[in-house]
T-cell receptor
């Protein structure tokens, strides 16, 4: 099973709302990632969690707040977003620093900020 | 710095014809290389990967890719394209970090259209 599950699939939120994106994997992977993908562009790395600790933050604005409650779950908390934050948000997982490097992606959450 | 170049933004291929998508990378050491496919509004599916060893790697859906170190290339091929292969294709290099693991750096992607 190489499944990464993301919820919700679609989300529309106002600029004053607070919402969360969720990601779950049951492959025993120890690294989890958030990517942002704008239309007609490649995915861009936002955050990396390794062994439930934040390892990489690619200078992402503080209105995006990641959280890794346990090794299977990854959340992305959203607050005071801007319309330009509308994008497809992709979660991925891999075995981590001591394992195989290939990453498996979820289907994404399509976020629209109004 | 690591980077990936996909020279072709859009390619149209007739159904049943062969396909080659180009990918060039820049990386200081032996790279981890990947091809992913993305249908509209969907996530990315791993087609194949290269870590080491045999330079010709086989993937899913009848795809293969060849690693050529001298040309810094990792081109994707398929002998006979099906209409269902129409999608966006991303080449990626894995940038390894001892703490974080491997993060992917993607090329800009190639859109494949299949004509009947």
């Amino acid at each position: 099973d190489t499944e990464v599950t993301q919820t919700p699939k679609h989300l529309v939120m106002g600029m004053t709302n607070k919402k969360s994106l969720k990601c779950e994997q049951h492959m025993g992977h120890r690294a989890m990632y958030w990517y942002k993908q704008k239309a007609k562009k490649p995915p861009e790395l936002m955050f990396v969690y390794s062994y439930e600790k934040l390892s990489i933050n690619e200078s992402v604005p503080s209105r995006f707040s990641p959280e890794c409650p346990n090794s299977s779950l990854l959340n992305l908390h959203l607050h005071a977003l801007q319309p330009e934050d509308s994008a497809l948000y992709l979660c991925a997982s891999s075995q981590g620093p001591s394992g195989r490097p290939e990453a498996f992606f979820g289907q994404g959450t399509r976020l629209t900020v109004v | 710095a690591q980077s990936v170049t996909q020279p072709d933004i859009h390619i149209t291929v007739s159904e049943g014809a062969s396909l080659e998508l180009r990918c060039n990378y820049s990386y200081g050491a032996t790279p981890y290389l990947f091809w992913y496919v993305q249908s509209p509004g969907q996530g990315l599916q791993l087609l194949l990967k290269y870590f080491s060893g045999d330079t010709l790697v086989q993937g899913i859906k009848g795809f293969e890719a060849e690693f050529k170190r001298s040309q810094s290339s990792f081109n994707l091929r398929k002998p006979s394209v099906h209409w269902s292969d129409a999608a966006e294709y991303f080449c990626a290099v894995g940038a390894y970090d001892s703490q974080a693991g491997t993060a992917l750096i993607f090329g800009k992607g190639t859109t494949l259209s299949v004509s009947s």
